[in-house]
């Protein structure tokens, strides 16, 4: 069901778990025959969604399976066992309600896929790369609930900054088409490279079992056509932790991330945009907008605060 960008907003305001309704077994299985596309729908949605080249990896990043869906593309690691990055095009109209369809990507197979159980722990959403809000049709809202489109978030980060800043981004869309590329980071050594794979912190289930690492910040790198024919870019990198940033304080908090573009692909290992040449600049402020997001963080979120690293034998993980 087409949702109105008027409602839409109102139900943005809606609790999460008011509006959180699940998908069937048959629009799963579906949704998941959708994610298969011949040579020539991946091509177009890559031209679609990356025209300026898909994301090449350079020096630390790890090894990464590329995987095409029509709304959006991925660069998935294995090692790690979360998205790289993420590419969509992201355009003005209606919305699409939301329905949970949280399940392993049929696409991987073995131990390289992340699973639902993964993430049967305390202190970590399952958290979009692309957003199901971003969707323009319903199939394509399902298969943003893919694992291999999530990663780690603490529900502060997850539900605060993280949704605001998806919500803003939707908003610039408005006016005219929003290129975005989002990235998980690993560099826990700060030393603006990444991390090696078998170093970084990994997520724990209630058995221990350590697999999905646990990004040391994100990035969102919005990019549009300017009048005079250049690419403009909004690079924006946040770091992951517990912190809660109010609906006040978001501007501020996004404005203090605002970095090059060649910040993020150093810190990322990552070329994000091969063919984009000489006609690209990077903008040094946030884009205009008169939108004032909500958070979504609550008392039940707030809880899970004092999460520290555990570093003994084996890989490290977080715990409370």
């Not at 699409?96 to 305390?122: I, K, N, Q, T, W």
């Not at 970084?200 to 350590?210: I, L, P, Y």
């Not at 109010?246 to 404005?255: D, M, P, T, V």
Request: contains cysteine; glycine residues 6%; charged residues 25%.
């Amino acid at each position: 069901m087409r949702i109105p960008t008027a409602l839409w907003i109102l139900l943005l305001a809606l609790p999460m778990a008011a509006r959180a309704e699940n998908c069937s077994a048959e629009e799963r299985a579906d949704a998941d025959r959708r994610l298969w596309l011949d040579a020539a729908s991946k091509a177009f949605a890559e031209t679609t969604h990356a025209p300026w080249g898909l994301p090449v990896a350079t020096v630390g990043a790890p090894r990464l399976t590329p995987l095409t869906q029509r709304n959006y593309l991925i660069g998935y690691s294995g090692q790690l066992r979360v998205p790289v990055w993420t590419a969509n095009q992201v355009t003005a109209g209606d919305g699409v309600r939301r329905r949970d369809c949280f399940r392993a990507d049929p696409r991987l197979r073995g131990v390289e896929a992340s699973r639902p159980s993964d993430y049967r722990e305390p202190l970590f959403d399952q958290g979009h790369m692309v957003p199901s809000a971003d969707a323009i049709d319903s199939v394509g809202m399902l298969n943003t609930f893919v694992m291999s489109n999530m990663a780690p978030q603490f529900c502060q980060f997850n539900r605060g900054v993280w949704m605001m800043l998806e919500a803003l981004v939707r908003d610039y869309a408005q006016s005219s088409p929003v290129f975005v590329v989002t990235g998980a980071v690993f560099d826990y050594d700060r030393d603006a490279a990444p991390d090696a794979p078998d170093t970084v912190v990994r997520m724990a289930r209630g058995d221990r079992e350590r697999r999905v690492a646990v990004p040391s910040a994100f990035f969102k790198v919005l990019a549009r056509k300017t009048a005079e024919g250049t690419v403009e870019t909004v690079s924006i990198l946040l770091p992951h932790n517990q912190s809660e940033v109010r609906a006040h304080e978001l501007r501020g908090a996004l404005q203090r991330g605002v970095v090059t573009l060649a910040a993020v692909e150093r810190v990322s290992g990552l070329d994000l945009f091969p063919t984009v040449g000489a006609g690209h600049r990077d903008a040094t402020t946030l884009w205009p907008s008169e939108l004032r997001p909500r958070s979504f963080v609550d008392s039940r979120c707030r809880r899970t605060s004092g999460a520290v690293v555990e570093r003994g034998t084996g890989l490290p993980y977080y715990r409370r």
